[in-house]
Protein backbone atom coordinates (compact mmCIF):
# COMPACT_ATOMS: atom_id res chain seq x y z
CA UNK A 1 0.00 0.00 0.00
CA UNK A 2 2.71 2.30 0.89
CA UNK A 3 4.48 1.74 -2.49
CA UNK A 4 1.24 2.29 -4.31
CA UNK A 5 0.07 5.22 -2.26
CA UNK A 6 3.17 7.22 -2.54
CA UNK A 7 5.18 6.01 -5.01
CA UNK A 8 8.01 4.77 -3.42
CA UNK A 9 10.77 2.54 -4.90
CA UNK A 10 9.82 -1.45 -3.93
CA UNK A 11 12.84 -2.50 -2.86
CA UNK A 12 13.49 0.34 -0.43
CA UNK A 13 9.96 -0.10 0.39
CA UNK A 14 10.93 -3.80 1.43
CA UNK A 15 14.45 -3.53 2.33
CA UNK A 16 13.64 -0.91 5.46
CA UNK A 17 10.56 -3.50 6.22
CA UNK A 18 12.47 -7.00 6.36
CA UNK A 19 15.50 -4.66 8.76
CA UNK A 20 12.50 -3.58 11.03
CA UNK A 21 11.41 -6.95 11.22
CA UNK A 22 14.62 -8.40 11.16
CA UNK A 23 14.37 -10.27 14.33
CA UNK A 24 11.47 -12.75 12.19
CA UNK A 25 12.81 -16.45 11.24
CA UNK A 26 14.51 -16.61 7.76
CA UNK A 27 11.17 -18.67 6.29
CA UNK A 28 8.95 -16.05 7.58
CA UNK A 29 11.18 -12.99 6.00
CA UNK A 30 11.42 -14.96 2.67
CA UNK A 31 6.85 -14.93 2.70
CA UNK A 32 6.76 -11.50 3.34
CA UNK A 33 9.24 -11.03 0.52
CA UNK A 34 7.80 -13.22 -2.27
CA UNK A 35 4.40 -12.62 -1.07
CA UNK A 36 5.20 -8.50 -2.07
CA UNK A 37 7.57 -9.21 -4.94
CA UNK A 38 5.11 -11.49 -6.59
CA UNK A 39 2.09 -9.14 -6.39
CA UNK A 40 3.59 -5.89 -7.55
CA UNK A 41 5.29 -8.05 -10.32
CA UNK A 42 2.13 -9.91 -11.42
CA UNK A 43 -0.07 -7.02 -10.81
CA UNK A 44 -1.74 -6.58 -14.26
CA UNK A 45 -2.34 -10.05 -14.23
CA UNK A 46 -4.17 -10.38 -10.64
CA UNK A 47 -6.00 -7.55 -11.74
CA UNK A 48 -7.64 -9.17 -14.57
CA UNK A 49 -8.36 -12.26 -12.55
CA UNK A 50 -9.93 -10.14 -9.82
CA UNK A 51 -11.78 -8.28 -12.53
CA UNK A 52 -13.55 -11.45 -13.58
CA UNK A 53 -15.14 -12.36 -10.19
CA UNK A 54 -15.75 -8.75 -8.48
CA UNK A 55 -18.68 -7.38 -8.72
CA UNK A 56 -16.95 -3.76 -8.08
CA UNK A 57 -14.03 -2.64 -11.07
CA UNK A 58 -10.57 -3.36 -9.67
CA UNK A 59 -9.51 0.55 -9.69
CA UNK A 60 -12.52 1.54 -7.56
CA UNK A 61 -12.29 -0.37 -4.72
CA UNK A 62 -11.16 0.71 -1.38
CA UNK A 63 -7.24 0.50 -1.24
CA UNK A 64 -6.44 -2.19 1.41
CA UNK A 65 -9.08 -3.80 0.16
CA UNK A 66 -8.08 -3.79 -3.70
CA UNK A 67 -4.11 -5.16 -1.98
CA UNK A 68 -5.81 -7.64 0.01
CA UNK A 69 -7.39 -9.30 -2.96
CA UNK A 70 -3.84 -8.77 -4.86
CA UNK A 71 -2.16 -10.61 -2.18
CA UNK A 72 -4.42 -13.13 -1.76
CA UNK A 73 -4.79 -14.25 -5.54
CA UNK A 74 -1.00 -14.25 -6.21
CA UNK A 75 -1.22 -16.85 -3.06
CA UNK A 76 -3.89 -18.39 -4.42
CA UNK A 77 -2.13 -18.91 -8.08
CA UNK A 78 1.67 -18.71 -7.75
CA UNK A 79 2.31 -20.23 -3.80
CA UNK A 80 1.37 -23.91 -3.67
CA UNK A 81 2.49 -24.22 -0.12
CA UNK A 82 -0.24 -22.29 1.14
CA UNK A 83 -3.85 -23.74 1.16
CA UNK A 84 -6.68 -22.28 -0.56
CA UNK A 85 -8.82 -21.84 2.45
CA UNK A 86 -5.81 -20.15 5.10
CA UNK A 87 -5.63 -17.80 2.15
CA UNK A 88 -9.32 -16.98 1.99
CA UNK A 89 -9.64 -17.15 6.06
CA UNK A 90 -6.77 -14.75 6.37
CA UNK A 91 -7.40 -12.15 4.04
CA UNK A 92 -10.95 -12.24 6.05
CA UNK A 93 -9.24 -12.03 8.94
CA UNK A 94 -7.25 -8.68 8.33
CA UNK A 95 -9.84 -6.97 6.68
CA UNK A 96 -11.91 -7.35 9.85
CA UNK A 97 -8.74 -6.20 11.25
CA UNK A 98 -8.28 -3.83 9.89
CA UNK A 99 -11.68 -2.11 10.31
CA UNK A 100 -13.65 -3.67 7.07
CA UNK A 101 -16.28 -5.94 8.36
CA UNK A 102 -18.69 -4.79 5.97
CA UNK A 103 -16.26 -5.91 3.41
CA UNK A 104 -15.66 -9.80 4.92
CA UNK A 105 -18.10 -11.09 2.97
CA UNK A 106 -17.50 -9.22 -0.37
CA UNK A 107 -13.97 -10.44 0.41
CA UNK A 108 -14.34 -14.39 0.66
CA UNK A 109 -16.70 -14.29 -1.60
CA UNK A 110 -14.42 -13.34 -4.25
CA UNK A 111 -11.17 -15.00 -3.14
CA UNK A 112 -13.60 -18.72 -3.06
CA UNK A 113 -15.01 -18.51 -6.29
CA UNK A 114 -11.49 -17.43 -8.11
CA UNK A 115 -10.40 -20.45 -5.82
CA UNK A 116 -12.99 -22.60 -7.22
CA UNK A 117 -13.12 -21.48 -10.70
CA UNK A 118 -9.09 -20.68 -11.47
CA UNK A 119 -9.02 -23.30 -14.14
CA UNK A 120 -12.22 -22.00 -16.13
CA UNK A 121 -10.50 -17.99 -16.40
CA UNK A 122 -10.86 -16.78 -20.22
CA UNK A 123 -7.68 -15.16 -20.83
CA UNK A 124 -7.71 -12.58 -24.10
CA UNK A 125 -6.45 -14.51 -27.07
CA UNK A 126 -3.69 -14.09 -28.73
CA UNK A 127 -4.50 -14.71 -32.32
CA UNK A 128 -6.96 -11.83 -31.78
CA UNK A 129 -5.15 -9.18 -29.62
CA UNK A 130 -1.44 -10.37 -29.03
CA UNK A 131 -0.36 -7.31 -27.56
CA UNK A 132 -3.43 -7.58 -24.60
CA UNK A 133 -2.77 -11.54 -24.26
CA UNK A 134 0.65 -10.93 -23.59
CA UNK A 135 0.28 -7.88 -21.14
CA UNK A 136 -1.93 -10.43 -19.07
CA UNK A 137 0.19 -13.02 -19.45
CA UNK A 138 3.28 -11.76 -18.22
CA UNK A 139 1.68 -8.69 -16.45
CA UNK A 140 4.01 -6.28 -19.06
CA UNK A 141 1.85 -2.45 -19.86
CA UNK A 142 1.01 -2.73 -23.66
CA UNK A 143 3.26 0.44 -24.12
CA UNK A 144 5.76 -1.65 -23.14
CA UNK A 145 4.93 -4.44 -25.39
CA UNK A 146 5.01 -1.78 -28.24
CA UNK A 147 8.23 -0.25 -27.90
CA UNK A 148 10.36 -3.76 -27.40
CA UNK A 149 7.87 -5.21 -30.89
CA UNK A 150 9.31 -2.14 -32.98
CA UNK A 151 12.93 -2.29 -31.72
CA UNK A 152 12.95 -6.03 -31.41
CA UNK A 153 10.24 -8.09 -33.21
CA UNK A 154 7.45 -10.62 -31.70
CA UNK A 155 9.54 -14.02 -30.90
CA UNK A 156 12.36 -11.61 -28.78
CA UNK A 157 9.12 -9.42 -27.03
CA UNK A 158 7.87 -12.49 -25.84
CA UNK A 159 11.19 -14.03 -24.38
CA UNK A 160 12.13 -10.74 -22.51
CA UNK A 161 8.71 -10.76 -20.98
CA UNK A 162 8.61 -14.23 -19.86
CA UNK A 163 12.72 -14.00 -18.55
CA UNK A 164 11.62 -10.55 -16.72
CA UNK A 165 9.61 -12.93 -14.60
CA UNK A 166 12.04 -15.68 -13.69
CA UNK A 167 13.62 -16.28 -10.17
CA UNK A 168 16.70 -14.41 -9.76
CA UNK A 169 19.39 -15.72 -8.02
CA UNK A 170 21.96 -12.49 -6.86
CA UNK A 171 25.13 -12.08 -8.25
CA UNK A 172 28.13 -11.43 -6.32
CA UNK A 173 31.72 -9.93 -7.23
CA UNK A 174 34.76 -11.58 -5.24
CA UNK A 175 37.36 -9.35 -4.77
CA UNK A 176 39.99 -10.39 -7.33
CA UNK A 177 42.79 -9.70 -5.20
CA UNK A 178 41.43 -13.69 -4.01
CA UNK A 179 43.34 -16.45 -4.56
CA UNK A 180 41.86 -19.34 -5.54
CA UNK A 181 42.43 -21.03 -2.10
CA UNK A 182 40.97 -17.88 -0.37
CA UNK A 183 37.33 -17.96 -2.91
CA UNK A 184 37.29 -21.89 -2.02
CA UNK A 185 37.75 -21.17 1.31
CA UNK A 186 34.97 -18.52 0.94
CA UNK A 187 32.50 -20.77 -0.81
CA UNK A 188 33.06 -23.30 1.69
CA UNK A 189 31.91 -20.71 4.68
CA UNK A 190 28.68 -19.83 2.25
CA UNK A 191 28.23 -23.34 2.22
CA UNK A 192 27.93 -24.19 5.58
CA UNK A 193 25.43 -21.03 5.86
CA UNK A 194 22.70 -23.12 3.62
CA UNK A 195 23.89 -20.71 0.62
CA UNK A 196 23.76 -22.17 -2.65
CA UNK A 197 26.28 -20.67 -5.14
CA UNK A 198 27.65 -21.05 -8.70
CA UNK A 199 29.71 -19.95 -10.78
CA UNK A 200 28.97 -17.49 -13.60
CA UNK A 201 29.80 -18.49 -17.01
CA UNK A 202 30.63 -14.98 -18.32
CA UNK A 203 33.65 -13.87 -15.71
CA UNK A 204 35.78 -16.21 -12.83
CA UNK A 205 34.96 -13.50 -9.93
CA UNK A 206 31.51 -13.73 -10.70
CA UNK A 207 29.04 -16.06 -8.23
CA UNK A 208 25.53 -16.58 -8.30
CA UNK A 209 23.90 -17.04 -4.97
CA UNK A 210 20.46 -18.45 -3.43
CA UNK A 211 19.37 -18.62 -0.10
CA UNK A 212 20.75 -15.36 1.39
CA UNK A 213 19.62 -14.31 4.41
CA UNK A 214 20.77 -10.54 4.27
CA UNK A 215 23.76 -9.49 2.89
CA UNK A 216 25.00 -8.52 6.09
CA UNK A 217 25.11 -12.03 7.09
CA UNK A 218 27.02 -13.49 3.92
CA UNK A 219 30.42 -14.23 4.73
CA UNK A 220 33.16 -12.06 3.21
CA UNK A 221 30.59 -9.02 2.91
CA UNK A 222 31.78 -7.47 6.30
CA UNK A 223 35.53 -8.26 5.36
CA UNK A 224 35.22 -6.50 1.94
CA UNK A 225 35.91 -9.61 0.37
CA UNK A 226 32.68 -9.38 -2.19
CA UNK A 227 30.08 -7.43 -3.23
CA UNK A 228 26.67 -7.25 -4.68
CA UNK A 229 27.13 -6.60 -8.57
CA UNK A 230 25.45 -8.15 -11.89
CA UNK A 231 27.36 -9.07 -14.07
CA UNK A 232 26.13 -6.91 -16.61
CA UNK A 233 27.78 -4.39 -14.53
CA UNK A 234 30.95 -6.22 -14.05
CA UNK A 235 31.77 -5.72 -18.29
CA UNK A 236 31.58 -1.99 -17.90
CA UNK A 237 35.04 -2.29 -16.26
CA UNK A 238 36.25 -5.40 -17.96
CA UNK A 239 35.27 -3.30 -21.41
CA UNK A 240 37.11 -0.20 -19.64
CA UNK A 241 40.44 -1.96 -20.42
CA UNK A 242 41.91 0.07 -17.49
CA UNK A 243 45.74 0.05 -17.19
CA UNK A 244 48.06 0.41 -13.63
CA UNK A 245 48.22 4.25 -13.07
CA UNK A 246 44.91 5.51 -14.83
CA UNK A 247 42.78 7.90 -13.69
CA UNK A 248 39.00 7.16 -14.11
CA UNK A 249 36.15 9.14 -13.61
CA UNK A 250 32.70 8.06 -12.72
CA UNK A 251 30.37 10.92 -13.15
CA UNK A 252 27.02 9.08 -12.29
CA UNK A 253 28.04 6.36 -9.80
CA UNK A 254 25.81 5.59 -7.26
CA UNK A 255 25.53 3.12 -5.43
CA UNK A 256 29.41 2.82 -6.76
CA UNK A 257 29.63 -0.90 -7.92
CA UNK A 258 31.85 0.12 -10.90
CA UNK A 259 33.83 2.63 -9.54
CA UNK A 260 35.00 0.09 -6.78
CA UNK A 261 35.36 -2.41 -9.63
CA UNK A 262 37.63 0.14 -11.18
CA UNK A 263 38.97 0.43 -7.97
CA UNK A 264 40.04 -3.68 -7.66
CA UNK A 265 41.44 -3.55 -11.22
CA UNK A 266 44.21 -0.47 -10.37
CA UNK A 267 45.62 -2.72 -7.20
CA UNK A 268 46.26 0.35 -5.55
CA UNK A 269 47.38 2.70 -8.51
CA UNK A 270 45.73 5.14 -10.55
CA UNK A 271 42.81 7.00 -8.65
CA UNK A 272 39.09 6.42 -9.54
CA UNK A 273 36.85 9.47 -8.79
CA UNK A 274 33.11 8.53 -7.77
CA UNK A 275 30.73 11.78 -8.39
CA UNK A 276 27.05 11.63 -8.06
CA UNK A 277 24.52 14.31 -7.42
CA UNK A 278 23.18 14.08 -3.86
CA UNK A 279 24.98 13.63 -0.53
CA UNK A 280 23.00 10.36 0.49
CA UNK A 281 23.99 8.86 -2.95
CA UNK A 282 27.22 9.90 -2.27
CA UNK A 283 27.45 8.34 1.30
CA UNK A 284 26.52 5.20 0.02
CA UNK A 285 29.70 5.01 -1.98
CA UNK A 286 31.71 6.34 0.78
CA UNK A 287 30.20 2.99 2.96
CA UNK A 288 30.77 1.01 0.19
CA UNK A 289 34.48 2.43 -0.84
CA UNK A 290 35.35 1.83 3.42
CA UNK A 291 34.05 -2.05 3.54
CA UNK A 292 35.69 -2.93 0.36
CA UNK A 293 38.89 -0.74 1.44
CA UNK A 294 39.63 1.44 -1.81
CA UNK A 295 41.66 3.40 -0.65
CA UNK A 296 42.71 4.53 -4.33
CA UNK A 297 38.70 5.80 -4.79
CA UNK A 298 37.38 9.41 -3.59
CA UNK A 299 33.73 10.63 -3.85
CA UNK A 300 32.48 13.93 -5.17
CA UNK A 301 29.43 15.64 -4.79
CA UNK A 302 28.57 17.12 -8.63
CA UNK A 303 25.57 17.53 -10.68
CA UNK A 304 26.92 15.75 -14.10
CA UNK A 305 24.47 18.10 -16.02
CA UNK A 306 27.12 21.08 -15.07
CA UNK A 307 29.93 21.23 -16.98
CA UNK A 308 33.53 20.88 -14.32
CA UNK A 309 36.24 22.95 -16.28
CA UNK A 310 39.14 21.77 -13.64
CA UNK A 311 38.09 17.90 -15.13
CA UNK A 312 38.83 18.73 -18.80
CA UNK A 313 40.80 16.11 -20.42
CA UNK A 314 41.84 14.84 -17.50
CA UNK A 315 40.40 11.40 -17.43
CA UNK A 316 41.91 8.07 -18.92
CA UNK A 317 38.60 6.55 -18.49
CA UNK A 318 35.46 7.87 -18.23
CA UNK A 319 32.48 6.33 -16.96
CA UNK A 320 28.76 7.44 -18.43
CA UNK A 321 27.06 5.16 -16.82
CA UNK A 322 23.77 7.21 -16.78
CA UNK A 323 20.04 7.99 -15.41
CA UNK A 324 17.97 5.19 -17.78
CA UNK A 325 14.75 3.71 -17.71
CA UNK A 326 15.72 0.69 -16.08
CA UNK A 327 13.51 -1.99 -18.44
CA UNK A 328 16.35 -4.03 -18.71
CA UNK A 329 16.05 -4.84 -14.55
CA UNK A 330 12.39 -4.99 -14.02
CA UNK A 331 13.05 -8.87 -12.91
CA UNK A 332 14.69 -7.11 -9.88
CA UNK A 333 12.59 -4.13 -9.35
CA UNK A 334 9.45 -4.79 -11.24
CA UNK A 335 7.25 -1.56 -10.36
CA UNK A 336 9.75 0.40 -12.65
CA UNK A 337 6.84 -1.13 -15.46
CA UNK A 338 4.43 0.71 -13.93
CA UNK A 339 5.60 4.46 -13.97
CA UNK A 340 7.05 4.22 -17.29
CA UNK A 341 5.38 6.16 -19.89
CA UNK A 342 6.40 7.72 -23.55
CA UNK A 343 7.15 11.03 -22.16
CA UNK A 344 9.11 9.87 -19.28
CA UNK A 345 11.66 8.03 -21.67
CA UNK A 346 11.28 11.36 -23.99
CA UNK A 347 12.78 13.14 -20.77
CA UNK A 348 15.64 11.05 -19.91
CA UNK A 349 16.79 10.69 -23.44
CA UNK A 350 16.90 14.51 -23.48
CA UNK A 351 18.98 14.25 -19.58
CA UNK A 352 21.45 11.91 -20.98
CA UNK A 353 22.35 13.90 -23.68
CA UNK A 354 22.54 16.98 -21.27
CA UNK A 355 24.78 14.83 -19.87
CA UNK A 356 27.11 13.69 -21.76
CA UNK A 357 26.79 17.11 -23.59
CA UNK A 358 28.62 18.38 -20.15
CA UNK A 359 31.13 15.62 -19.60
CA UNK A 360 32.09 13.88 -22.92
CA UNK A 361 35.51 16.54 -22.79
CA UNK A 362 36.56 15.13 -19.44
CA UNK A 363 38.47 12.02 -20.95
CA UNK A 364 41.62 13.12 -22.24
CA UNK A 365 42.72 12.59 -25.90
CA UNK A 366 42.86 9.20 -27.10
CA UNK A 367 40.77 8.08 -23.71
CA UNK A 368 38.12 5.28 -23.41
CA UNK A 369 34.61 6.45 -22.66
CA UNK A 370 32.43 3.56 -21.68
CA UNK A 371 28.66 4.15 -21.98
CA UNK A 372 26.46 2.24 -20.72
CA UNK A 373 22.42 1.87 -19.25
CA UNK A 374 20.61 -0.74 -17.13
CA UNK A 375 18.12 -0.83 -20.24
CA UNK A 376 16.45 -2.29 -23.47
CA UNK A 377 15.44 0.62 -25.40
CA UNK A 378 17.36 1.44 -28.45
CA UNK A 379 16.52 5.58 -28.28
CA UNK A 380 18.66 5.47 -24.76
CA UNK A 381 21.46 3.13 -26.53
CA UNK A 382 22.25 2.70 -29.56
CA UNK A 383 20.93 5.57 -30.62
CA UNK A 384 22.79 7.63 -28.19
CA UNK A 385 26.17 6.02 -29.46
CA UNK A 386 25.82 7.38 -33.03
CA UNK A 387 24.62 10.69 -31.61
CA UNK A 388 27.81 10.82 -29.69
CA UNK A 389 29.92 9.85 -32.47
CA UNK A 390 28.28 12.20 -34.96
CA UNK A 391 28.26 15.07 -33.20
CA UNK A 392 31.56 14.77 -30.91
CA UNK A 393 35.30 13.59 -31.58
CA UNK A 394 34.51 10.20 -30.95
CA UNK A 395 34.68 6.37 -32.30
CA UNK A 396 33.58 3.41 -31.44
CA UNK A 397 35.88 0.71 -30.66
CA UNK A 398 35.32 -2.93 -30.80
CA UNK A 399 34.12 -5.19 -27.83
CA UNK A 400 35.63 -8.17 -28.77
CA UNK A 401 38.88 -8.15 -27.01
CA UNK A 402 37.22 -7.51 -23.60
CA UNK A 403 34.53 -10.10 -23.62
CA UNK A 404 33.68 -13.21 -22.47
CA UNK A 405 33.97 -15.65 -25.77
CA UNK A 406 30.16 -16.21 -25.37
CA UNK A 407 29.37 -12.32 -25.91
CA UNK A 408 31.76 -11.49 -28.97
CA UNK A 409 30.73 -11.12 -32.64
CA UNK A 410 27.98 -9.82 -33.37
CA UNK A 411 27.55 -5.98 -32.36
CA UNK A 412 29.95 -6.20 -29.89
CA UNK A 413 32.28 -6.00 -33.22
CA UNK A 414 31.12 -2.52 -33.79
CA UNK A 415 31.58 -1.40 -30.24
CA UNK A 416 28.36 -2.00 -28.93
CA UNK A 417 26.36 -4.71 -27.09
CA UNK A 418 22.85 -4.90 -25.87
CA UNK A 419 22.00 -7.52 -23.32
CA UNK A 420 18.91 -9.20 -23.41
CA UNK A 421 17.09 -11.42 -21.14
CA UNK A 422 16.31 -14.67 -21.72
CA UNK A 423 19.29 -14.06 -23.90
CA UNK A 424 22.14 -13.86 -21.89
CA UNK A 425 22.34 -14.92 -18.41
CA UNK A 426 21.85 -11.52 -16.69
CA UNK A 427 20.19 -8.25 -16.68
CA UNK A 428 19.32 -6.54 -19.60
CA UNK A 429 21.68 -4.02 -19.89
CA UNK A 430 23.60 -2.18 -22.84
CA UNK A 431 27.54 -0.99 -22.95
CA UNK A 432 29.30 0.76 -25.63
CA UNK A 433 33.20 1.76 -25.88
CA UNK A 434 34.30 4.91 -27.40
CA UNK A 435 37.97 6.47 -28.26
CA UNK A 436 38.22 10.16 -28.30
CA UNK A 437 40.77 11.15 -31.01
CA UNK A 438 44.30 12.53 -30.32
Keep these: MEMERDGGFGNLVLRQVLQK ?42 PLIRELLRMSV ?14 CNEAVRLAQKRHFQSLKGFVNGVLRNIARNREKIDYPDSEKDWKKALSIRYSMPEFLISLWEEDYGRERTKGMCQALLAVKPVCIRMSERLSKAQQKELE ?21 CRNLDGLHKLPGFSEGLVTVQDVSSMLVTECAGIRAGDFVLDVCAAPGGKSLHAACKLSGSGRVEARDVSLEKAALIRESAERMRA ?23 LYLDLPCSGLGILGRKPDIKYHATEESLEELVKLQ ?17 VYSTCTIHRAENEEQV ?5 RFPLAAESLAPYLPEALRGGEAESGMLQLVPGEHQCDGFFLARMRRAL
Design 21 to 62: YDYLPLREKAFIKRVTEGTVERRIELDYIIGRFSSVPVPKMK
Design 74 to 87: YQLFYMDGVPDNAV
Design 188 to 208: DQWEKVGIVWERHPYLPYARE
Design 295 to 317: ENLSVEVWDARLFDRKMEGKADV
Design 353 to 369: REIIEACWRYVKPGGII
Design 386 to 390: RWMCD
